[in-house]
Structures are given as C-alpha cells and as structure tokens.
C-alpha cells in the first residue's frame, strides 16, 4: 500500500464549477500537509500548506484536513481555464533535519471554457 | 523571492556518458536541498538528500555511484547521472529548504534528460 493515495484523473469539468481534490493515508506520523500545482513540463508550485485538522482558505482555494480519517482535500470554487494543471497532495513528518515530502500521484485537471 | 533554478532545463546525450544537472537557489541560503524523479504522468520520487557540506542521503533503490550529489554551497547542489542509460531519462527536480523556512521546500522547473 502506498504512504499516499490520490486519484490520478484526468478529471475535466466546466468553467466556474467547483473542483475537489482529495488524497488519503496511511502514515499517521504526517503532520504537514501540502498542494502543489504543476503545469506540464514545470516544477511543482506550492498552493497551500496546513499542519492542522479544519480548513484554510486562500482567495479560491480551500484546504481541508481530516486527521481522524487520514483524509485531506483541495477544494476549488469559480474554477478557470488557468486552473488546468495537475495538482499534487504532499505530506511530511514532523521532524527535525532535512524534511522529506511523500507525494500522491498527482491529479490531472483541465477546466474547459 | 524564493527561486530555485535548474540547468539545463533539457538534455540529451549518449547511452555511457554522464550529465551533470545544476540545482541554484537564487534568493535565498538553502540548509537542505532535495533531487526528485518524475517519470511521464507519475508523481514525483525523491531520490536524495543533501545538506551542504556533508554527504547526501539516499533513499532505498537509488544507486548513490550512479547518481552522485554534491552540495558545495548554501546556493548550489549538483546531480551527476554517471554512465547515463536510456531507463535513466526522466525529469529531475530539485527543491531548495531556506535557513529560515522549515516547512517550506521551493521547486526548480525541472530538467528533461534524454538518453538515447
């Protein structure tokens, strides 16, 4: 089983729509949780971070941590086309020293016009 | 701020030589800086560690005679695929931690290596 699971897609879905992305695991040591944007042939764009169960918001970006059920999602509202890219989950445990990410396989998006 | 380069962004070579990729965090001093595999359509694989002056650590599976990292600087590592093969083409990414960062790693956008 891997450490991290994310649904790989391709999802494609409507301009201005609401787009969900999830992920779960298995490590329960994770404590940082993290979504990543990638657009093709590019690094990975960091979106948001969170080290705690809830939400956070950013502009059209909410991420949401369920610890209890080893379960994070990214949600998107009013999505565009500039939002197609694809979207990994990232997670870390807390630790001192160099700091390793756990990736999901990544979600592939496209918002169509 | 927080930039992280790469160079080249893309190579090809032949099968037998070795390719040296450049990982430069442009803006800021990185204690720690991190090389990743992607192969098409898979998630990135971290493949070392490296914190400046001492030797990379490896992850489980990765040859370190093969893929030998040098973090000279607090702005530089570097990545050498010694006796490239074809099964080592992929994108490579490295990411850069600051000194004042710790949650935080920043991405270069990658390098392409092709072996034919």
């Known amino acids: 089983q891997k450490e991290v699971e994310q649904d790989p897609g391709p999802l494609s879905v409507p301009e201005g729509a609401i787009v969900s992305l999830n992920c779960t695991y298995s490590?329960?040591?994770?404590?940082?949780f993290m979504w990543y944007r990638q657009y093709s042939r590019k690094g990975p764009e960091l979106l948001m971070y969170?080290?705690?169960?809830g939400n956070k918001e950013d502009g059209r970006f909410t991420a949401q941590v369920d610890k209890s059920s080893k379960y994070i999602s990214l949600f998107i509202r009013d999505s565009q086309p500039s939002d197609s890219a694809t979207y990994l989950c990232?997670?870390?445990?807390?630790?001192?020293?160099?700091?390793?990410?756990?990736f999901g396989q990544g979600t592939r998006l496209t918002i169509n016009p | 701020g927080a930039v992280v380069s790469q160079h080249p962004s893309r190579v090809i070579c032949k099968s037998g030589t070795s390719v040296k990729i450049e990982c430069r965090s442009l803006d800021f001093q990185a204690t720690t800086m991190f090389w990743y595999r992607q192969f098409p359509k898979q998630s990135l694989m971290l493949m070392a560690t490296s914190n400046e002056g001492s030797k990379a650590t490896y992850e489980q599976g990765v040859e370190k005679d093969k893929f030998l990292i040098n973090h000279a600087s607090l702005t530089l590592s570097t990545l050498t695929v010694t006796s490239a093969h074809p099964e080592d083409s992929s994108f490579y990414i490295c990411s850069a931690r600051s000194l004042a960062g710790y949650n935080e790693q920043f991405f270069g956008p990658g390098t392409r290596l092709t072996v034919l």
């Open positions: 990232a997670m870390s445990e807390l630790s001192m020293g160099a700091q390793k990410l756990v």
């Open positions: 490590n329960s040591a994770f404590q940082y």
């Open positions: 969170t080290y705690s169960s």
